[in-house]
């Protein structure tokens, strides 16, 4: 391996100073990556990002539902913005949650729902806190209750983030039931959206990673360094989602082996994976931003 790191530096190609800054970046985004211990940061917090989905969810569903005046309109965008987000291999857990937030003890639920959404949701984003604090440089950790209040800020922030992907989707969904709209953009609206189907998720993801890797470090942040690390993990992330369905399904004969808690085994070592994969984003924001985006 250091016979080809050495045979890549005496080449013509490395020459190129961008091609020497993209190598320096790319191997310090790894060291640090390993550093920081990512892999179990990133471990931790899919442990409580998976306690805090559930009462998020069953949350979500009796506020849209209050607002529209129907359980079951929010139920299905709710379900909408799962499939959207989720692998198709995580089917079964999908079930699960479809099962709770359908059910007629719903009502029960909810009062629980709120102690565990403050303690799990906002134990995930202070973990989040301390993580992207770890990876920026020159980031310091914040005092206690601020640190708190910011985590309260980044969960309400989510919460708006919500509701705008859900005006967005509701003015999609009246846009398609306009008839004549194949007439005047002269194309065949199918393809239009089902074009849409696949980038409008990758829109929101960069979009809120962006907003992530921007705000949560406490540190001065430098926005082309979050779009560069937020665009990465965003397209390794859909892409991954994507690959991740494709081998499962494949090799179906997973049952086999963790039996009913297959569907839950398979849902967390996918996000376990996007969690790494968005550290390393992140890391790389911070390592862009210490070689070359910094101002002279």
């Given at each position: 391996m250091n016979q080809l790191l050495s045979y890549m530096k005496k080449s013509a190609i490395f020459r190129n100073p961008y091609i020497r800054t993209l190598y320096r970046i790319l191997r310090e985004t790894i060291d640090k990556y390993g550093q920081h211990n990512c892999s179990i940061m990133a471990a931790g917090m899919s442990f409580f990002g998976l306690m805090s989905l559930i009462p998020l969810v069953i949350i979500a569903v009796s506020t849209l539902g209050y607002v529209l005046g129907s359980s079951e309109t929010a139920q299905g965008f709710i379900a909408k913005i799962l499939q959207d987000n989720f692998p198709k291999s995580a089917k079964e857990m999908l079930d699960i949650i479809y099962n709770i937030?359908?059910?007629p003890e719903r009502s029960v639920i909810n009062g629980l729902s709120f102690l565990g959404l403050i303690w799990s949701g906002m134990r995930f984003f202070n973990i989040m806190q301390g993580v992207l604090n770890r990876i920026w440089v020159g980031a310091t950790p914040r005092k206690f209750w601020i640190e708190r209040l910011f985590a309260f800020l980044?969960?309400?922030s989510a919460g708006a983030f919500f509701w705008f992907s859900f005006a967005i989707h509701s003015l999609l969904t009246a846009i398609k039931n306009i008839d004549y709209l194949n007439f005047i953009i002269f194309v065949d609206i199918s393809i239009l959206w089902v074009a849409i189907g696949y980038v409008m998720p990758l829109i929101f993801l960069i979009a809120m990673t962006f907003l992530v890797y921007m705000f949560v470090p406490n540190?001065?942040?430098?926005?082309?360094?979050a779009?560069?690390?937020s665009i990465f993990s965003s397209f390794l992330i859909e892409a991954f989602k994507r690959l991740f369905s494709i081998v499962v399904l494949k090799f179906s004969n997973y049952g086999s082996v963790y039996g009913p808690l297959a569907g839950i085994i398979i849902f967390i070592t996918w996000l376990y994976m996007s969690m790494q994969i968005f550290l390393l984003g992140a890391e790389l924001s911070s390592q862009c931003q210490v070689l070359f985006l910094r101002p002279k």
């Open positions: 937030i359908s059910s980044i969960f309400a540190a001065k942040v430098y926005w082309k360094g779009l560069i690390g």
